[in-house]
């Protein structure tokens, strides 16, 4: 007996390493043209399942397992996602936008399988259940690429998937009632409100009382892993809740992500989960791609092409009128309708409910795994070339009356289409609410710079929170917890922890997320610098530096030296000391381009406001003359929200003048007494 489980476990690995090893070069190939990783992980279990090379077969309990545990966790995180104020800001494009979609989908599709022969119940099954459900993870990721989520094809293609993933919810329990002489009609409903009634209330007792607690309590450890296994406790016990009671695993772990998603380490969750679930979504999708008959696919091609056509032509079609009727633009509706043409993975789990219930045949099943991995497969070029396509016919309809109401939109009032910032951007992101944290936050709340808190302490985290501070918990480390707090549109990052090791992750995760933003960290000694300085943070302050500078300062005043000249000699420290600190960390053989303050010694860059009724208020730039009599330039001045880049001579400085100069740190200090406010 120990022989053989000890063969197959040793089977078992064996073909978790065969799976790697292809999806490895598989990906590798498809990535150069940028195909998407999940068609990749479905053309490897094509090609190593029991119709390609035989490797794995189908059934397998390797198959099975990672199978369920894919679907668990696509779920799951689907239902993490799913923000229920995000979704109440969209609840028209989601509700009304996603109920049309779903309803022209059927319609079309439904007409046309009834055509082909199939029968009324299974037309309605692959139109409603099958392909009214797009790629979420595939449209999403072209998107972002694109940075396109906040264009207005982005925003109502995101609502109308957001809607298709609710959807799998009441479609997994419709359809054995779809398939159905087994149970009658009013028994079933019975059935389901029972369990629904059940279900509703235990996931709301655990939403507003178990989860918060448990993860306060395991928050207050600051145990990473402990906060990970208590994620994959709750999304694995609804799981197994919900199939107590005779529903699906999936549906259990949806639920569990939705219950997480209304409480603050929703976004904490999802980035320990992300890993785990990428893993096991990548074993699912080659489970998939294992029970698609590549002898099939390759006898049936042609005709597996026009349906791969024909699919995406109706849901184009569908997509488009939904969005047409939602009042958006000619070129906006277009490109949301091509955004939605694919069949999306979710369709991988009802195609197996309907093959179980006998609403498809084998035949069937095969041609909607083939198509769907067809039009998943095509969704990234389709979309890439839909932008010249639009604006063709745009400029063609451009040529009529009729046509320009249709350019127009039915609302008439939309502009061109272009790209929509964040609510939020420009901001702060602050690591950490300690002694730093603090002082940099009321800084920033002083001068009206926005500024977002991530703070992994969830006591300051809740107390922070009722004092109305924009405090979100969570691990800076994981990029869901940095993206939340919107890092690819802020423009500082300011660290300030003590952690040498987490500083590093946090820099490396901003600077592959935002390569632009500034980042700001603190050090606990030299020795970190030159770590830093490779991962890219801007500017780097060591506390052993810092300290050494405060002595430095009571050493002086202990032997009377005039304040007004320590000032001066501190300045010229922090001036010249961090500089010459990081020319004795940073490798010289690297080229990190030139620096202002690295590449001119001594020349710095301070903001200096003009004081109401200063010597500088109210004098235009040629009268002060800052070249000749002050040795400092001026780069540009800041007025309220405006900025005047390399002003002229005839500008005129007024009270609360923001001035960006440029000059030795000596001169910068000595005329900042021209810019104070003269007492009255």
């Known amino acids: 007996m120990g022989a053989q489980n000890e063969m197959d476990s040793s089977i078992l690995l064996a073909h978790v390493d065969v799976i790697l090893g292809f999806a490895i070069l598989i990906l590798t190939l498809f990535s150069r043209f940028e195909i998407p990783p999940v068609l990749g992980f479905l053309v490897t279990g094509m090609l190593i399942g029991p119709y390609g090379l035989g490797v794995l077969k189908g059934g397998s309990d390797l ?48 007409i046309a399988c009834l055509v082909l022969g199939f029968s009324p119940a299974t037309s309605i099954f692959i139109g409603c259940i099958l392909l009214s459900h797009s790629s979420t993870a595939v449209v999403l990721k072209v998107l972002q690429d694109r940075n396109e989520i906040f264009t207005p094809h982005g925003k109502t293609s995101l609502a109308i998937l957001v809607f298709q993933d609710l959807t799998i919810v009441p479609m997994i329990l419709v359809t054995p009632m779809l398939a159905g002489n087994s149970v009658s009609l009013d028994v079933e409903l019975s059935s389901i409100f029972l369990k629904g009634s059940l279900i509703i209330a235990v996931f709301i007792l655990s939403a507003k009382v178990l989860v918060p607690r448990i993860f306060y309590y395991v928050g207050r450890t600051g145990s990473k892993q402990l906060f990970l296994v208590s994620v994959l406790f709750i999304c694995l016990s609804a799981a197994v809740f919900t199939s107590s009671i005779g529903l699906s695993l999936a549906l259990g772990a949806f639920l569990a992500g939705t219950v997480i998603s209304g409480s603050s380490y929703n976004h904490q969750a999802l980035g320990n989960i992300s890993p785990i679930k990428d893993m096991f979504m990548s074993f699912f999708f080659v489970s998939v791609g294992t029970l698609l008959n590549v002898n099939y696919l390759l006898d049936n091609f042609s005709t597996l092409i026009l349906a791969t056509i024909g699919v995406i032509t109706l849901k184009t079609i569908a997509g488009t009128v939904v969005s047409f009727l939602l009042g958006y633009p000619l070129r906006t509706t277009i490109l949301t309708g091509i955004a939605l043409s694919q069949i999306g993975e979710l369709a991988f789990v009802l195609s197996r409910l309907g093959l179980e219930y006998s609403l498809l045949t084998e035949e069937t099943y095969q041609t909607i795994l083939a198509v769907s991995i067809l039009t998943m497969g095509v969704t990234p070029f389709l979309i890439n070339s839909s932008y010249k396509s639009a604006d063709f016919i745009v400029k063609k309809a451009s040529n009529t009356v009729l046509g320009m109401k249709l350019v127009q939109g039915l609302s008439g009032t939309f502009e061109e289409e272009k790209n929509i910032e964040p609510e939020i951007k420009d901001h702060v992101i602050v690591v950490g609410f300690g002694f730093s944290g603090k002082t940099i936050s009321r800084a920033a709340k002083t001068a009206g710079v926005p500024y977002v808190i991530i703070e992994s302490n969830p006591d300051i985290v809740r107390q922070e929170r009722e004092k109305e501070e924009q405090i979100q918990y969570g691990d800076a480390t994981l990029g869901a917890v940095l993206e939340y707090a919107g890092i690819k549109y802020a423009r500082v990052l300011v660290i300030g922890m003590s952690d040498a090791d987490t500083t590093r992750k946090i820099v490396e995760t901003a600077k592959e997320m935002n390569p632009s933003i500034c980042v700001i960290a603190k050090v606990h000694d030299l020795k970190e610098m030159k770590q830093l300085n490779k991962l890219g943070a801007d500017e780097i302050i060591p506390e052993d ?22 000032e001066k000699m501190v300045n010229d420290l922090r001036a010249n000391g961090y500089r010459r600190l990081r020319k004795l960390v940073v490798d010289p053989s690297i080229d990190s381009g030139f620096s202002i303050k690295d590449g001119l010694p001594g020349i710095d860059i301070q903001v200096l406001k003009v004081g109401k009724d200063s010597r500088f208020d109210g004098k235009t730039l040629a009268d002060l003359d800052f070249r000749k009599k002050h040795r400092l330039t001026i780069i540009s001045v800041r007025r309220s929200l405006d900025m005047f880049p390399t002003p002229a001579g005839d500008f005129l400085l007024q009270a609360n003048d923001a001035c960006i100069l440029l000059g030795k740190a000596e001169d910068l200090y000595n005329v900042r007494k021209f810019f104070e406010s003269v007492p009255s």
């Open 545 to 566: 530096y810092e300290t050494s500078v405060e002595i430095f300062v009571r050493l002086l005043e202990k032997y009377l030296v005039p304040r007004e000249d320590i």
């Open 63 to 110: 198959v099975d397992l990672n199978s369920e545990l894919g679907m668990i966790f696509l779920l799951f995180t689907i239902g993490v996602d799913l923000s229920l104020s995000e979704l109440w800001k969209m609840k028209k494009d989601a509700l009304m936008g996603g109920s049309l979609h779903l309803f022209f989908t059927t319609v079309f599709v439904s």
